[in-house]
């Protein structure tokens, strides 16, 4: 079967056929395409703060330095050197050049080849410089895309940068991280993260928390009605009325990059246990008004922003069936430890988690089954069915136009 008749098989409002969460060859074809033109949040800027500073990070099979250049402008490269392709950093650093541990070749902090030695009359050091990758900084996160249309950047721009900005997220700092590396292919992973039909069964604390649960979770009119009066209420007496952000109800038909505000509910201030705050509140905010915020591209970037702290989530597909899923818990730069609970603060998100890899990880068990057969969508995960359908129609244009449609998988 090539690949291009695979695409073009798949049953519309029914999850995908099984090689598509399973072969590696279906994975190389989207790593070099698909997956190459989405934008990833790879860091928080913070985490290159200073002038030299540089991170080594992995990205679609490649390693990615990112370096912040004398004059506060951060740049993205290949760590690979224009001399014999080594590596070239291996840990995060900070330094006034990068140097290839190979030969010695040094290249200045914009990528350009500053010194190399004894090399042959006609060479042009000006053409050595390191290749670049896309990269940009966005309200504090950085977002990197292997080949990606800067036309695609402005949208996500427009649409969060200023509720980024008003939550603190540019001055924000990492208070805790975790990784759940999860053993399952990236869509699973997806699918998993954009749907709350699984809410009910798998996430006790998670539904005690949020109570828009009720109302996204449960194919339920009333329930629905009900929420849209509680956050109607929130949005007349309590919401912070500094907020860029649109207030909103509704979460089944999220665009699919997208920012937006609704309350918590139950009169908790923030995504702690208890309900209490974790840390100083962060940005425009002067008192707690317990909303939370929530910030979506897909397929790759999404941030939760509550008063006090936020949540920071980052996916990277490593094999046909393996992702790493990294969370930042991000407060404000200026809190001091003593005043950010990071036990409570980490509490509902690293739970969830841990959940949810549990869940995927069975999921991605069954699929494998020589009995496993796309079931149907139901009408709680329009998400995860508008994602695949969206998947399929780009891969199919990317396949159509590249010698990929013949690859029989
Ligand atoms: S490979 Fe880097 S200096 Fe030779
Ligand atoms: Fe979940």
Redo the contacts with the bound molecule.
Sequence with gaps: LSLRALIARQRPGYALEQPFYTSEQIFTVEQRTWLARQWFLVAHSSEVSEDGSFIVRGLLGESLLIVRDKGGTLRGFYNVCRHRGSRICDRDGRSTSLVCPYHAWSYSLDGSLRAAQSLPDGVEKSALALRTVSLAEVGGLILVSLTGEPGTLESIRRELEPGLSFHGIPEARIAARRSYPTRGNWKLVLE??IE?Y??FP??AE?CRVMKHVDAVARDSPAAADTWHKRVETWRDEQAARNSPLAISSVTLKLATCSAGRAPIGGGYQTQSEDGRPVAPLMGGLSEFDGGVSTFRCEPFLFLTALNDHAVMFQFSPISAEHTDVTICWLVNRTAREDQVDVERMTWLWDI??T??KA?IERNAAGVCSRSYRPGPYSKLESLPARFVSRYLQELSSLVEASHERQLVV
Excluded: M
């Design positions: 998993n993260f709350c699984h809410c798998a996430h998670y969830t988690t959940q949810d869940l």
